[in-house]
């Protein structure tokens, strides 16, 4: 496998509670690499700490074979990484068009910005047709339609979806998970966090448990859903 995203030794907390510890994961340079864990196993710790959100306290985070863990995260997004935070978290009032641009800050970016609002617009009918609305009155969905977007207006070699689908109805969470696979298909890099561990496993060509804030166990997708401790812990069979 070639590397795009390599975590060595990674230890991350708050405060005195130390959350990860020593984890190690890599991120394939295409395709969809998956974290699946119960409650607090410590996803967002470490999707955050990848995307420099949290700072590391021990470790390395290698990106395309250069040390990026000292870096802030402006720099990562500038390197390539781009996270898209659980919640959403898009900006309610800033119009869509507003929260798309904001994903094109970054340097690397800036000079793509009206091709790759041109290519979101495209790609998600709705948000063009909603661009002069305020996205805080955007339905779930339509949120993270837009919070992905602004995502990808930064143009990302590696996408970080922390738990997309959380709260969906079940027709928008196919349509979230039909996206992943387009944008895979496209050669974006995606690492995933999700609760819906079925389908994420069934797309995963690499996929990861965290348990307690470390990797328990690890193999491809499919790999992970014939086990029995994955399917008796997180498929309820
Ligand atoms: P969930 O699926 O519930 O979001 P998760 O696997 O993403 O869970 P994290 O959010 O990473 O888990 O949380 C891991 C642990 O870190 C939990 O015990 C949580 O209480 C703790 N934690 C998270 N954020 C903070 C914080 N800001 N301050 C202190 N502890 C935190």
Known sequence: MTALLEVNDLSVGYGDVEVLRQVRLQVAASGVTALIGGNGAGKTTMLSAIAGVLPARAGRILFDGKDVTGLAC???VESGIALVPEGRQVF???TVEENLRVGAIAPRARHAAEAKLTEM???FPILKERSRQMAGTLSGGEQQMLAIARGLMAGPRLLILDEPTLGLAPIMTGKIFDLV????GLGISILIAEQNVHRTLALAGQAYVLENGRIVLTG???????RP????AYLGL
């Not at 401790?229 to 008796?232: A, G, I, M, Q």
């Open 181 to 184: 696979t387009e944008l895979s």
């Open 121 to 123: 617009f495209a790609r």
């Open 229 to 232: 401790e994955v399917r008796k």
């Open 74 to 76: 402006h720099e990562r």
């Open 220 to 226: 491809s997708g499919p790999d992970l859903m014939g």
């Open 92 to 94: 309610p009032d800033m």
